[in-house]
RNA sequence: GCGGGUGUAGCUCAGUCGGUUAGAGCGCCAGGUUGUGGCCCUGGAGGCCGAGAGUUCAAUUCUCUUCACUCGCCCCA
């Protein structure tokens, strides 16, 4: 065991592994290429104050779990412990909306949080997020929604649920918390500490407690979804119709509550059965104040967030193989000095032609190389020794089909790129 | 932050009711005669038995602490 190990909560992605992460982020790029969403990569620190400001200052993200440290100017600075507000900052800063009112953009970061550590859970994680800036209509709801969706599926995820609610613009906020708190005011004493906190600071939040006592009292709690004011509800029902169209199952589920403070209207998680406690492996909704709130004119607003690793460990219990392909290498095995150098330039002229090329590179026997070229999936082996270099040519053989000859040196690379091995 | 489980070779795991050189499979390295892979055979390297402390003549094994992973709570991606 060396000195060190990786930070709790973190983790190392080793070579066996990064073909799995590169496929899916190169599908998700995909993706959103399709869908016109542009990427945007934002600093991994911002000022804290974005997010204590902007993620909500009652949240739990803010009030535990966020890496804040001073630095050496004084300033307080906080790893993002979610992508949305610093997209908006980015998005505001450089008036990303004054060509095209619709910003459509997406990034994939680090993301980090103290938390403790579980399967699905890290102190840093990788986040794929997508935002869409500018439009109020129910059509963008959808657009973000079938975005995520169709990244899910592409890559074999169909067996995840998208839960779907509205919490009512600021409008009906009032009414709704006056209408709960009303219903929970009898029973109040007998709630959690955390409800009792809930109802005075976010009396919304109290739906979402796991306690099966205070479960059981708020059952039959109304849910903002009953208190939405015209607007919203037509909002809700259109974008209801939209997925309808697009063909996308949702379930409605009323006491759909998420732990940001800045939603608005449209929340939704995708949540898939095979993660255990952290089952949601996308989440977002609407936050059409967050853009006022940051000083700018108002401008309304929606995305998600989606986990990698949690994308990737979903496909893993699923038994999902990804379509990895690999190029096999043409592999130069050599025998003696001469040989040596010969294979060292053929090496190179290989890989200029754009063949993947590996040799030995510590003196094995051939029969050792002849191993490792097999190890590593060579299709075929140029051998090289001082029969060859005497007469000029490589011995070239199939590793398939075992045939060999002998080719000159200068036609190696026509010979195979006219092969099988290439 | 709270509760349960686990921690032995690169990997997956045995094992020790406390006792001398700690094991297997896979992987790795090298051989099985002259310059050739996948199978097979033989040999080898590799472990302060997570870390620290305590009990003991003796601890990988018991106790405590700590760290990490893991499951649940909480929260979220």
């Avoid at 073909?19 to 993706?31: A, F, N, S």
């Avoid at 990804?322 to 001469?338: D, Q, R, S, Y």
């Avoid at 053929?346 to 029969?367: H, P, Q, W, Y």
Wanted: net charge neutral; glycine share 8%.
């Amino acid at each position: 065991m060396a000195k060190f190990s990786a930070p709790r909560g973190t983790q190392d992605v080793l070579p066996d592994a990064t073909p799995r992460w590169q496929y899916v982020e190169g599908k998700l790029r995909e993706i959103c290429k399709l869908f016109g969403f542009r990427e945007i990569r934002t600093p991994t620190f911002e000022e804290t104050e974005l997010f204590t400001r902007h993620t909500g200052e009652t949240t739990d993200i803010v009030t535990k779990e966020m890496y804040t440290f001073t630095d050496r100017g004084g300033r307080s600075i906080t790893l993002r412990p979610e992508g949305t507000p610093p997209t908006i900052r980015a998005t505001l800063e450089h008036n990303l909306t004054a060509e095209n009112p619709v910003a459509k953009l997406y990034y994939m970061g680090r993301i980090f949080r103290y938390e403790r550590p579980q399967a699905g859970r890290y102190r840093e994680h990788n986040q794929f997020g997508c935002e869409m800036v500018g439009s109020a209509d129910p059509s963008a709801d959808a657009e973000v929604i079938s975005l995520a969706w169709t990244a899910l599926r592409s890559l074999g995820i169909e067996d995840v649920e998208l839960k779907l609610n509205s919490l009512g613009g600021p409008e009906d906020r009032p009414a709704y918390r006056e209408a709960i708190r009303k219903f929970v005011e009898p029973f109040l004493s007998d709630l959690c500490s955390t409800c009792k906190e809930r109802y005075d600071k976010n009396p919304l939040r109290m739906l979402d407690c796991k306690v099966p006592e205070c479960k059981k009292l708020l059952a039959d709690a109304p849910g903002p979804v009953e208190y939405l004011c015209d607007d919203c509800r037509t909002h809700f029902e259109t974008l209801k119709a939209y997925l309808d169209a697009l063909g996308i199952k949702y379930v409605l589920d009323p006491r759909l509550v998420r732990g940001l403070d800045y939603y608005t209207r449209t929340i939704f998680e995708f949540q898939t059965p095979h993660l255990g406690a952290q089952n949601t492996v996308c989440g977002g909704g609407r936050y059409d104040n967050m853009i006022e709130e940051m000083g700018a004119s108002p401008t309304p607003s929606l995305g998600f967030g989606m986990g990698i690793e949690r994308l990737l460990l979903t496909l893993e219990k699923l038994g999902i193989t990804l379509p990895i392909e690999k190029k096999p290498p043409v592999f130069i095995a050599t025998m003696g000095p001469a040989a040596k150098a010969a294979g060292v330039k053929l090496l190179s002229d290989l890989r200029n032609v754009g063949m993947a090329a590996e040799t030995d590179f510590i003196g094995k026997s051939l029969k050792s190389q002849m191993k490792l070229a097999d190890k590593l999936g060579a299709s075929c082996v140029l051998i090289l020794g001082d029969d060859e270099v005497a007469q000029g040519v490589v011995t070239l053989r199939d590793m398939l089909s075992k045939e060999q000859r002998q080719i000159p040196v200068s036609d190696v690379v026509m010979a195979l790129k006219n092969s099988s091995c290439d």
